[in-house]
């Protein structure tokens, strides 16, 4: 089955310099890939996704890039700030794109220092 | 608008007990639920899958047993967790997809 790999596992930045995020995939039918920021105790919220036949994807501060033939994707956050600290999971998806079942990396914990 | 809302946000329970775990959708119709665990400090991992008037599909490791999932309505799942033990304390959460796709807020089971 699809395994992600997720990294770092910690990320410690200062505010206003930029965040990376990496993650890989196995499985090459995986064609959706969101992005979710959880802070502690809450529910994930998705801030990004991406679907396998566009290569890059902005909202504002935040980017995902996707390499299907490499089977990576990342995500980038510029100017970060203080509020963006918060542990952020990727996913990948081959069964019914953002309604089918979501298999979760492990997740990065980001800090941004003020 | 559109949101899956879970119930208890958290709750502890004797060890021994049973806890039940609603999440309802609001403002959309669930016709899947997917259930997940998290543990402290690692990843959601999926559980089982509940489609609306069926059986729901468990993962491997996950004893239907004990989490028992009932997913009777369009707009109401329920996941019971039977005989609880400490090592079962963690993190549950909810996602109900129809035309779209909501996390429920999550339920953080404590047993002692």
């Known amino acids: 089955g699809e395994n992600v790999e997720q990294h770092p596992s910690t990320l410690s930045v200062q505010e206003g310099d930029s965040a990376v995020i990496k993650c890989t995939y196995s499985?090459?039918?995986?064609?959706?890939f969101p992005w979710y920021k959880q802070e502690l105790g809450k529910r994930p919220q998705l801030i990004i996704d991406?679907?396998?036949?566009?290569g890059e994807k902005k909202d504002q501060r935040i980017a995902v890039t996707l390499n299907k033939t490499a089977k990576h994707f990342s995500l980038h956050i510029t100017e970060t700030q203080p509020e963006d600290s918060a542990v952020y999971f990727c996913?990948?998806?081959?069964?019914?794109?953002?309604?089918?079942?979501?298999?979760f990396g492990k997740g990065t914990k980001l800090s941004v220092k003020p | 608008g559109a949101v899956v809302s879970q119930h208890p946000s958290w709750v502890i329970c004797k060890s021994g007990t049973s806890v039940k775990i609603e999440c309802r959708s609001l403002?959309?119709?669930?016709?899947?639920m997917f259930w997940y665990r998290q543990f402290p400090k690692q990843s959601l991992m999926l559980m089982a899958t509940?489609?609306?008037?069926?059986?729901?599909?468990?993962e491997q490791g996950v004893e239907k047993d004990k989490f028992l999932i009932n997913h009777a309505s369009l707009t109401l799942s329920t996941l019971t967790v039977t005989s609880a033990h400490p090592e079962d304390s963690s993190f549950y959460i909810c996602?109900?997809?129809?035309?779209?796709?909501?996390f429920g807020q999550g339920t953080r089971l404590t047993v002692v």
């Open positions: 996913a990948a998806s081959k069964e019914g794109g953002s309604q089918g079942n979501l298999i």
């Open positions: 499985d090459s039918a995986s064609n959706y």
């Open positions: 991406i679907r396998s036949n566009v």
């Open positions: 403002d959309f119709q669930a016709t899947t």
């Open positions: 509940s489609n609306e008037g069926s059986k729901a599909t468990y």
């Open positions: 996602r109900g997809v129809g035309t779209e796709a909501f």
